[in-house]
Each structure stands twice: as C-alpha cells, then as structure tokens.
C-alpha cells in the first residue's frame, strides 16, 4: 500500500476515535515507523510501505485510537525547540510551561546563577534553562526515580549534564544549600479536576505529576513555604499553577514575603506563571 493511503486509513480510524489531530498524529506515527522525518514523508507520499511496517504502524495506530498520547508513542517531545525523551513516567512537557522559560531567560541572561527544579521529570525547565544561561548551574530534583533516569539522559543529550545534578528527594527534604532562583511546575490540579480530565491524561499520565490534593495547592502552598528558607537574600522563585489559581497563590507568596515580579499569561490570558522575588 502506498503511503497515502495508508495515512487516509489511519487518519479515518483516529477520527472516528475522535482524536482531533488525526491527520498529524497519522503521519507522524508513520514517520516514526519509517525512521523519517514528517517532512520527508510528506514529499513522497507515493511510496510504497512493506507489509512489516504497515503492521508496526497499525499497533502504533491502535495504541493512539485508544487515547495514549502521541508523545509517549514517540517516546518525545519537543520543549523549546529541543526533543526530550519522554515516558509514561514523566510529565509530557507543556508550551505554556516554555513562557516561563522564556521569561526566566530574559531576566538572568548573561548571569552566572545556581538554579534548584523542583519536580524537574523530563528536566525540560532546568535543560533548557542551562543550555542557554552558559555559566550557570543547577540541581533537579524529584520523587520519581524513573522521571530522573530520562531527565539525566535528556541532560546527556543537550550538553549540559555536566552542569546538572540530579537528586532523588523531595524539596521538602532539602537543607543547606541556598539558590539563586527556584523554578516548578509542581502538581497542581484539582482533585475535582483530576476526575473530568481527558482519557489522554488521566490515563496515561503520571498521577503524582498532576494531583495537587483538594484545592491543587496542597505541593505549592509548601514549596513557597521551603523556599523562603532555601533561596538566597533576593532570589527569585519561578512557579507555574492552573488557571483559576493566581489569587490564592499571589496571596500566599506575599503572607510568605514574596513581592511579585512578573504574572506569566497564556494565549488565553490566563496567568500560568508567577515570578516573585523573595524579600526580607
Ligand atoms: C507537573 S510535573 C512537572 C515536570 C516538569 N518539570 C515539567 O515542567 O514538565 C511535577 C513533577 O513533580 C514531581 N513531584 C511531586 N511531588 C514532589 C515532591 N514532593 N518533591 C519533588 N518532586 C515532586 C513529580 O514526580 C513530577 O515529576
């Protein structure tokens, strides 16, 4: 069958499983079942596929029809225009996630700071960061030891692994050390929240990278809480929360004696991200 058709067929089935990128997530499985790029693919839509790999590509086509999302069929994603790898056991890293990247990167660049990510999964924030902030340094942490098996291959991968540390532990657990800034997307949905997900994220995604317990502020009430004494005099905390939550947060990080720097909005105009500076 040539490929053409064989991304019509698909694409029919993942509409009728109403996955509404049915199109593109067609030809991307078969690039990846190809070894190509999307690109590629599309500028010879007339080749023919050998039945081993119409085969491997219907699997990967069954496994989409079935909700699980097209990045831990890949096993990537890209983040800030890099591709991390990513598994059932990590985060799938999110754009809004890269507006405060981008905004970090504004406020620090040319800098020479040291940074702690707490939740760090794939290692997307802090990756991304370093890549680019050249003589700065930084320490990921998080509960899960598989997310951090992928978050020290991600470093690998980019180049910066030797300006990473990566520590199984949770922030809670930190002492001794004090940063310039501390980045997290840490797990802030609600536990109402969590019961209407999609199928795409409630099934596959990691619960303990997603619960943030009643209000979805049970993790952030108690790292702005751990910052304050972790952060050096003046540094800043760089946190992502959900959308309804910026009044509760705002109020929090100034009960804890932090002034708001800068609110983060999403394309919807939602703020998503919170930079506070802590002050004394
Ligand atoms: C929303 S995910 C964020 C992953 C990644 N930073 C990103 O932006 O894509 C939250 C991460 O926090 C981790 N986590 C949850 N509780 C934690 C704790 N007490 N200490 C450290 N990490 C924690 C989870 O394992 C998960 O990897």
């Known amino acids: 069958m040539i ?38 693919l599309l500028t010879n839509l007339s080749q023919k596929i050998n039945k081993k790999k119409i085969l491997s590509f219907n699997k990967l086509i069954l496994r989409r029809s079935l909700k699980e999302p097209l990045a831990y069929i890949i096993k990537e994603k890209e983040f800030w225009s890099k591709m991390f790898e990513v598994d059932k056991n990590t985060l799938i890293p999110r754009p809004e996630t890269e507006l405060m990247v981008e ?29 680019e902030l050249k003589s700065s340094y930084g320490l990921g942490i998080d509960i899960s030891k598989k997310a951090l098996y992928l978050a020290k291959k ?16 949770s922030f809670k ?14 797990p802030y949905i609600t536990s109402n929240e969590m019961r209407s997900l999609d199928d795409d994220i409630k099934k596959y995604e990691p619960k303990i990278a997603l619960d943030g317990g009643n209000d ?5 009430k108690k790292v702005i809480y751990k910052a304050k004494y972790i952060l050096k005099f003046d540094g800043r905390l ?43």
Not at 173 to 186: A, E, G, M, R, T
């Open 3 to 40: 490929a053409s058709k064989l991304i019509n067929f698909a694409s029919n089935k993942l509409k009728q499983n109403k996955i509404l990128s049915h199109k593109l997530d067609s030809e991307l499985l078969l690039s990846k079942v190809l070894k190509k790029k999307r690109e590629e």
């Open 103 to 131: 905004q970090i990167l504004k406020i620090y660049k040319n800098k020479k700071i040291f940074i702690l990510d707490i939740g760090t999964g794939t290692g997307c924030i802090l990756i991304s960061l370093l890549s």
């Open 154 to 169: 991600n470093a690998i991968k980019h180049l910066v692994n030797n300006k990473i540390s990566f520590l199984k532990r």
């Open 173 to 186: 657990d930190l002492y001794n050390c004090k940063f310039d800034l501390i980045v997290s997307n840490p």
């Open 216 to 220: 979805g502020l049970d993790v952030i």
């Open 238 to 280: 760089a946190l992502e929360i959900g959308n309804e939550q910026f009044k509760k947060v705002s109020k929090l990080l100034l009960k804890n004696n932090f002034k708001i720097e800068l609110n983060i909005k999403d394309y919807k105009d939602n703020t998503r991200s919170i930079i506070s500076r802590l002050i004394r």
